[in-house]
């Protein structure tokens, strides 16, 4: 689909794809309003906190693209590109958009639950880099890499169901937010659930529309390839996290923002990464670049966000956005200075 719509838009006029980037900017902000105040009503509804809602539905919501271009890769034979989707997610997801959105506000912690689901973040990462280290020939680790064999994928993927219901028993035990709405009264929580599928739906499809068609305007007017690819493609993925989690901000709704970027990272790795190593016999491969930098980067942007939990009290406040946002530069930096070693 994405080579589909890079072809239908390359072939506009400049002033069309001006409009279609504008077009698509539009629905991209008004699906994350709209996604916002559903995820926001449903919580009301079912009882559950906006932290769940955002680590649960919402985070599949927008990791859904994610795991599908990513099977569709592995399928393809292309398993390198499923495995770097999802890491390189987890690292701009955690480090650069977590980040943007306490920056813009410090962002409420409902501090056990907080911790219990970033513990299942730090343990997914690690569980992802010991799924693909390579345990019969360990000498072979920064040069051959490893593989996610396709048995574990299918274990990611019971995984993944197990803690979506762990996610939900958290939120019984802690509590859910008082705040109720008079729509949540008027509309049924089904009502709310197809709003809401409705809305993610929408963001998914604008950023879709919107990365190409920057990407394209950018070439015609003098941006190198590489620089495009290195920015512009790679934070595409991002994208309806990026807005989700602003908007949140931006509505007085931090704690979703919150609950679906950590959401996101478990998801790369037992959704995103699962899926596509379950649908392929030979698995996901990793190659050595992967242990050299890859893993370690995404462990590290991790661990940073797991120590800023235990540190903060009941906000993620604005100097812990610098520290995040300033990790992520960090890490981007030297994957670039290293890859153009490499090459």
């Not at 902000?29 to 932290?51: C, M, N, Y």
Request: charged share 10%; aromatic share 8%.
């Amino acid at each position: 689909m994405e080579q589909w719509i890079t072809d239908l838009v390359g072939g506009l006029a400049s002033p069309f794809l001006f409009l279609i980037i504008a077009v698509t900017l539009y629905t991209l902000g008004k699906g994350a309003d709209w996604l916002v105040d559903e995820a926001v009503i449903l919580s009301t509804r079912w009882g559950l906190g906006k932290a769940v809602i955002g680590a649960t539905i919402v985070s599949i919501g927008t990791t859904t693209p994610e795991a599908a271009v990513s099977v569709l890769s592995a399928i393809q034979g292309k398993p390198g590109l499923a495995l770097g989707n999802a890491v390189g997610s987890i690292i701009c997801d955690t480090g650069l958009i977590l980040g943007l959105a306490s920056l813009i506000a410090p962002l409420p912690l409902n501090r056990r639950l907080a911790s219990r689901l970033s513990n299942v973040q730090v343990g997914a990462g690690f569980l992802l880099v010991v799924g693909c280290f390579p345990w019969t020939s360990p000498a072979k680790l920064f040069t051959q890499g490893g593989a996610l064999p396709q048995l574990v994928g299918f274990v990611f993927v019971v995984l993944l169901a197990l803690y979506i219901w762990q996610s939900i028993r958290w939120a019984g035990e802690t509590g859910a937010n008082a705040d109720a709405t008079e729509e949540a009264e008027e509309t049924g929580a089904f009502g709310t659930l197809i709003k809401l599928i409705v809305a993610i739906a929408i963001i998914v499809i604008s950023a879709q529309i919107l990365i190409p068609s920057v990407s394209i305007m950018a070439e015609r007017i003098g941006v190198p390839k590489h620089i495009i690819s290195a920015t512009l493609v790679a934070f595409g993925t991002s994208l309806p996290e990026l807005v989700t989690a602003i908007t949140a901000v931006r509505r007085g709704h931090g704690e979703l923002a919150v609950g679906n970027i950590i959401g996101a990272d478990i998801l790369n790795v037992l959704f995103v990464a699962g899926v596509s190593a379950a649908a392929t016999p030979g698995g996901l491969q990793a190659d050595g670049q992967f242990f050299q930098f890859l893993f370690p980067a995404m462990l590290f942007i991790l661990i940073v966000f797991r120590i800023g939990i235990f540190v903060s009290g009941d906000q993620l406040k604005r100097p812990f956005g610098v520290v995040l946002v300033g990790t992520w530069l960090l890490v981007t930096i030297l994957s670039y200075v290293l890859s153009v070693e490499m090459h």
